[in-house]
């Protein structure tokens, strides 16, 4: 679950439908378009977190403060399980498969020095490289493609968690200005308007899941629109 603040209230936004943006959005980057995998790289960008679809449908909230935990919060266990369930899915499209592995292994690389961690690794590498070989093809290759996951990944995130720091990738930096996605350097030629879906509660702290659900249950749907704007000035 992605907790994105408000105005005095929350917006609730599923891991799925931040990652179907994240494919809307790299659907228009003109380089993907001539992508050899191309259908598998926009695959692995839009299914890479359906293994959130559980957690998701029955969030939960730290009972000490009350505060939801989202896909940064929650219990190790959850966030490193997950993803050999987003794998697997994929089991039928190798290439998409080794490329969310590839993903899981890459934005947790950080804690690669805890031994909390280290099964995590092995497992998802072990995963990965199984899937590269059904694929036939090589570590330079889907490091390559993954430029292209990521990517999706980090414009998607700065809109949905209304990120306050920009975020980069190589020569990329992606900053959100209110309702705009900031790309330098841009490789958009129009401005790319999207929306997503959102359930937008009251921003409190919630006592137990239950009480969290029951606000979910009760809340309104909100479609939250921004632009990816061409006049990159940052």
């Not at 449908?57 to 009350?66: F, H, I, Q, R, S």
């Not at 966030?79 to 934005?107: E, K, M, T």
């Not at 996951?149 to 190589?170: H, I, K, N, Q, Y």
Request: net charge negative; charged share 25%; with cysteine.
């Amino acid at each position: 679950m992605i907790v994105r603040p408000g105005n005095g209230v929350l917006h609730l936004i599923t891991q799925p439908d931040h990652a179907a943006l994240a494919r809307r959005l790299m659907t228009l980057w003109p380089s993907l378009a001539n992508a050899e995998r191309r259908r598998d790289i926009l695959t692995a960008i839009e299914h890479h977190d359906r293994g959130w679809s559980d957690h998701d449908a029955a969030p939960t909230v730290d009972p000490a403060t009350g505060t939801i935990r989202d896909f940064m919060t929650v219990p190790l266990d959850v966030r490193q399980g997950v993803w050999p369930v987003s794998v697997d899915l994929l089991n039928a499209a190798p290439w998409a498969a080794a490329l969310v592995a590839h993903h899981a292994i890459s934005v947790y690389d950080r804690f690669r020095p805890d031994a909390a961690w280290a099964e995590f690794f092995a497992r998802m590498t072990a995963l990965r490289d199984e899937h590269l070989a059904r694929a036939g093809g090589d570590l330079k290759a889907l490091a390559k493609d993954y430029v292209y996951v990521r990517l999706g990944d980090l414009l998607s995130l700065a809109f949905c968690t209304r990120a306050a720091t920009p975020s980069e990738l190589g020569p990329w930096t992606i900053r959100l200005d209110d309702a705009t996605l900031r790309v330098r350097p841009n490789p958009f030629v129009l401005d790319v308007p999207f929306a997503i879906e959102a359930r937008e509660i009251p921003d409190l702290p919630y006592p137990t899941d239950g009480a969290l659900r029951d606000a979910i249950a009760a809340g309104r749907s909100r479609a939250l629109e921004g632009v990816v704007a061409v006049d990159a000035v940052m």
